[in-house]
């Protein structure tokens, strides 16, 4: 993928949530099982995955187009905070960290420093990334629907 990229797009799981390291690893792993087995792609499709513990797991990575939203894969890095936020918001850990994601990769130079930050439902049909937890994002920087 051509970094630095214009958008990033913010997804949920619409699963279970977790709250420590093992269980966030555990749903992580999961979640990697289902692209692979399931989808039959080769990795997890976002580039990361957000606990509810603050913990990053990486998917894709900053330089590996991704399988998370049609027509802005190639242009885009996909956080996924893990559980399903449509009448609650992720823990504050979880949005501070993919916060600091994003502000990481404009600093390293994957992400533009005037990028786009979209909800999933933005650019597909699709209730992601729950209404609750979608209200939210439109306060974040540089949100555009």
Same mark, same amino acid.
């Given at each position: 993928?051509?970094t630095?990229? $214009?958008? =990033?797009?913010? !997804?949920h799981?619409a699963?279970? %949530?977790? @709250?420590?390291?093992?269980?966030? &690893?555990?749903?992580?792993?999961?979640?990697?099982?289902?692209?692979?087995?399931?989808?039959?792609?080769?990795?997890?499709?976002?580039?990361?995955?957000?606990g509810?513990?603050?913990?990053?797991?990486?998917?894709?990575?900053? $330089?590996? =187009?991704?399988? !998370?939203?049609?027509?802005?894969? %190639?242009? @885009?890095?996909?956080i996924?905070? &893990?559980?399903?936020?449509?009448?609650?918001?992720?823990?504050?850990?979880?949005?501070?960290?993919?916060?600091?994601?994003?502000?990481?990769g404009?600093?390293r130079g994957?992400?533009?420093s005037?990028y786009?930050l979209?909800?999933?439902?933005?650019?597909?049909a699709?209730?992601?990334?729950?209404?609750?937890?979608?209200?939210?994002?439109?306060?974040?920087?540089?949100?555009?629907?």
């Amino acid at each position: 993928m051509t970094t630095p990229v $214009t958008y =990033v797009i913010v !997804h949920h799981t619409a699963g279970s %949530s977790c @709250s420590s390291q093992s269980t966030c &690893i555990t749903q992580t792993k999961n979640i990697q099982s289902y692209h692979m087995d399931s989808n039959g792609w080769c990795d997890i499709g976002y580039s990361f995955l957000v606990g509810g513990d603050g913990s990053i797991f990486e998917g894709r990575g900053w $330089t590996s =187009v991704g399988a !998370h939203a049609p027509n802005y894969n %190639s242009n @885009s890095i996909g956080i996924n905070l &893990i559980g399903t936020f449509t009448s609650t918001n992720p823990t504050t850990a979880a949005q501070n960290a993919a916060k600091n994601l994003i502000s990481c990769g404009v600093t390293r130079g994957y992400i533009k420093s005037a990028y786009i930050l979209k909800g999933h439902r933005n650019v597909t049909a699709t209730e992601c990334p729950g209404n609750t937890f979608y209200n939210t994002l439109k306060t974040w920087p540089r949100f555009q629907a």
